[in-house]
Nanobody, 121 residues
Framework: QAPLVESGGGSVQAGGSLRLSCGVPRYDYNTYCMGWFRQAPGKDREGVATIDSRGRTSSADAVKGRFTISQDNAKNTLYLQMNSLKPEDTAMYYC???????????????WGQGTQVTVSS
């Protein structure tokens, strides 16, 4: 069983919106990085957005201005609000968690099983 559980995926037309959620069990991290990743068929997994324990965020150029990552610590939940969706956003979306700071190319210890997002033109 994956330690993280994503939900909120689905099918939507181009221009539409979806909000992904990720339930994150409590881990004893003083600092952590959480992120959203996606993988389309035949393509490598790519980073979408990250947020750290101080609330600092970063997002990929392909989604800037359209996607927003956030966290609700009281609910132990990570979110990805996706607006103005495009067909090229179609992919399996995964959430991930790891201790320490966010930086490009870092590894994550815990992953979810993914939730499918399909955007039709």
């Amino acid at each position: 069983q994956a330690p993280l559980v994503e939900s909120g995926g689905g099918s939507v037309q181009a221009g539409g919106s979806l909000r992904l959620s990720c339930g994150v069990p409590r881990y004893d991290y003083n600092t952590y990085c959480m992120g959203w990743f996606r993988q389309a068929p035949g393509k490598d997994r790519e980073g979408v957005a990250t947020i750290d324990s101080r609330g600092r965020t970063s997002s990929a150029d392909a989604v800037k201005g359209r996607f927003t990552i956030s966290q609700d610590n009281a609910k132990n939940t990570l979110y990805l609000q996706m607006n103005s969706l495009k067909p090229e956003d179609t992919a399996m979306y995964y959430c991930a968690l790891g201790g320490g700071s966010c930086y490009a190319g870092r590894s994550f210890r815990y992953w979810g099983q993914g939730t499918q997002v399909t955007v039709s033109s």
